[in-house]
């Protein structure tokens, strides 16, 4: 295992800037370099990595200006795999999936289960100095690591996206307190979390899924993976969709209440439509981030006895359970992930900034 003098990585090097006064954003600017090998303290290790995925939150910090606590020079990405090289000895060697966010386990937060939302927590890309995923090696503290053991002949790298793609929905099914036989909506099927949350609804024991998007390729392609129903939402309003959704329900014996809705794109749109799909003793989890204030009727709440949740990242602890999931075939990573060189890194942001992708994108190293 070598040891490398230097981090090569892809550095967002100037911010993104916003004007006051109309509104118009320009972009980050990336560019390679390096930078020092900090010294590893007790604890932390040092991974090589494999693959890091393309999230829309990176496209986020870099596009529209959302705030990174660390400040640029910072390399971005969050969704990492990859083999530890230095550090912590009893991980030596092995292959590791990177939480998306690692709690301080100290916290009052942490002590009662909601360590997902640690106030302290640390976030690759985002909150440990100027260190990410887009780059050649990474420190981070091994307490939160994940193994990644009989992987059989899935990449490695494939396997980044459990970091935040799959798990977040896992932990969203927790918040929804997802239970064998529930009902559920994904608003939002298609996108890169949206198609897991699909998958793993179902892979933990849903009913029946119903997803929501408007591409549909990705809507048909969801039928194969998790949904059971599909609506395209392209040019229809929120009202358009819940009578469409109710016509399915009424045509296959389904209840119109008890439905566990999941919004994951973030979108005024969506948001809409996961509202007007909130009935009676249902429950609305809030997946996706959006800066847009949608208008409800906030005293519906009590008249359906329903309850809408917000839900962020996924506990460490969950990560063995989702790649169980995956390895098992019970969640499909195979069909729903693309790799390209990590030299692509600014022509993918440029493109998946522009239209989602098929597929969510790994860049692989390649320095």
């Known amino acids: 295992m070598a040891i490398p003098d230097k981090i090569q990585t892809w550095q967002m090097v100037q911010p993104t800037k916003r004007d006051r006064e109309t509104g118009e954003v ?17 604890g932390e290790v040092l991974v090589e990595v494999a693959g ?12 529209d200006g959302v705030p990174t606590v660390s400040k640029p020079p910072l390399t971005l990405g969050h969704e990492i795999s990859g083999t530890v090289v230095d550090g912590d000895e009893k991980w030596l060697g092995k292959e590791v999936i990177i939480p998306a966010v690692m709690p301080c386990r100290k916290c009052i937060l942490c002590k009662t289960g909601r360590g997902n939302r640690c106030l302290d927590q640390k976030m690759p890309g985002n909150s440990i100095g100027p260190y990410g995923g887009f780059s050649s090696h990474i420190p981070v503290p091994s307490i939160d690591l994940c193994e990644v053991e009989n992987r059989g ?10 970091a935040d793609a799959a798990t977040t929905p896992y932990q ?21 979390v949206g198609q897991y949350m699909g998958q793993v609804a179902k892979a933990l024991g849903a009913k029946t899924v119903v997803g929501i998007a408007r591409n549909q390729e990705k809507l048909d392609r969801a039928l194969n ?6 609506i395209n939402s392209s040019d229809k309003d929120a009202r358009s969709v819940s009578k469409e959704f109710k016509g399915i329900c009424k045509g296959n014996g389904l209840p119109n209440f008890g439905w566990k809705i999941f919004e994951v794109t973030g979108a005024k749109g969506g948001q809409e439509i996961a509202l007007s799909l909130l009935g009676f003793t249902g429950k609305l989890v809030v997946v996706g981030f959006g800066m847009a204030k949608t208008e409800y009727a906030i005293g519906r709440l009590m008249a359906f006895d329903a309850e809408i949740i917000g839900t962020w990242g996924c506990l460490p602890e969950y990560y063995p359970i989702v790649l169980d999931m995956v390895l098992s075939g019970k969640v499909n990573m195979e069909e729903f992930v693309e790799i390209r060189p990590m030299s692509s890194i600014a022509e993918t942001f440029a493109e998946a900034h522009k239209t989602p992708p098929m597929r969510r994108i790994v860049l692989t190293p390649d320095f």
């Open 153 to 162: 002949d899935t990449p490695l790298s494939h396997l980044a996206v459990v």
């Open 172 to 192: 969203a099914a927790k918040r929804a307190d997802l239970q064998p036989g529930d009902n559920v909506i994904v608003v939002g099927i298609t996108g890169g």
């Open 225 to 230: 993976f998790g949904a059971d129903f599909v």
């Open 52 to 63: 890091c995925g393309v999230c829309h939150t990176d496209l986020g910090y870099f596009y």
């Open 26 to 42: 320009t972009p980050g600017k990336l560019e390679k370099t390096e930078i020092p090998v900090p010294a590893l303290e007790a």
